[in-house]
């Protein structure tokens, strides 16, 4: 928390000055703005870490539950244990049903089929969104061998911009240039077109 608040007087500092020249301005953004703008963590593995603001919704969800101005010490204790016991019930129920149900699959594809038995339902329904537009829009432009490594370049539907996967055939290790497995720990629609 400590932090943060010294990043915060930091940005404060370079963005609100109004007494700063232009120049004096650019230094201070340059070391200040790869601290919090996304592009700059493209290469840090950030799968599921939860953002801030939908931690914060879902603090304030839970708490609404339970708390106003005219609850008494006493009916909060009890609201707010009513809460914990039914977001617990819900928790297990969830696993429950992740652990014995599984999904329906939108394709014939043994990765689909897999990821129904491995993931969550919520995560599970992001993944089966990715093969779908993996199935329905993307291609390979080029395909080439590099070092050991294969390298594809995939385009997807009407989009101008091309994206590099590359595939360890040895142990199936893949990366894409989207990072969305960085940023969100689910294979990109590129990866699983390859």
Known sequence: MQEETGFLKTLCACVCHLEIEPAEFEERWNKTRNKWIPVYFRDVFLGGIMRTTSRSKSENN?????????????EFYLRYEAAIDAQRHTQDQNYNDSKHKYHECKTPLGIEKHASHLYTNSVFYEFQYEVEIACFSCGVDELKKENGLEVAKVSEGNRI??????????????????????????????????
């Open 62 to 74: 839970f708490s609404c539950s339970f708390i106003n101005p005219q609850v008494s010490l006493v």
């Open 161 to 194: 911009r091309t994206f590099d996967v590359v595939l360890n055939p040895t142990n199936y290790d893949t990366t894409c240039s989207c990072k969305l497995f960085y940023r969100q720990g689910i294979p990109c629609r590129h990866m699983i077109w390859v």
